[in-house]
Nanobody, 126 residues
Framework: QVQLVESGGGLVQAGDSLRLSCAASGATFSQRSMGWFRQAPGQEREFVAGIDWTGRVTRYLDSVEGRFTISRDNAKNMGYLEMNMLNAQDTAVYYC???????????????????WGQGTQVTVSS
């Protein structure tokens, strides 16, 4: 079982950048695709970015494409989300999670992910 802990959130101004980290424990992290999700108050949790187990394939929510970059370092059991040009609509609690199947890629659905961390708050003031 993989366990995840997010960090790096904070209060920033519009246009600023943040880098979120996801520290993983467990032997199968490097065998699972990883995703970053976010949930704003009163809204459903939504997919933000995903990366396959090799780190070579990524996909993004349309509204963050070109501003956010997902990456991972399997040797360190770490995942990252670099966020640039932040705006007020990016305000949310951000979560990392891993696919519930090894060697599986493509889903954006929260039901296909597991081992959710506790989340890290990102607040962007305009």
């Amino acid at each position: 079982q993989v366990q995840l802990v997010e960090s790096g959130g904070g209060l920033v101004q519009a246009g600023d950048s943040l880098r979120l980290s996801c520290a993983a424990s467990g032997a199968t992290f490097s065998q699972r695709s990883m995703g970053w999700f976010r949930q704003a108050p009163g809204q459903e949790r939504e997919f933000v970015a995903g990366i396959d187990w090799t780190g070579r394939v990524t996909r993004y929510l349309d509204s963050v494409e070109g501003r956010f970059t997902i990456s991972r370092d399997n040797a360190k059991n770490m995942g990252y989300l670099e966020m640039n040009m932040l705006n007020a609509q990016d305000t949310a609690v951000y979560y990392c999670a891993v696919r519930n199947l090894r060697w599986s890629w493509g889903s954006r659905a929260t039901r296909d992910f597991e081992s959710w961390g506790q989340g890290t708050q990102v607040t962007v003031s305009s």
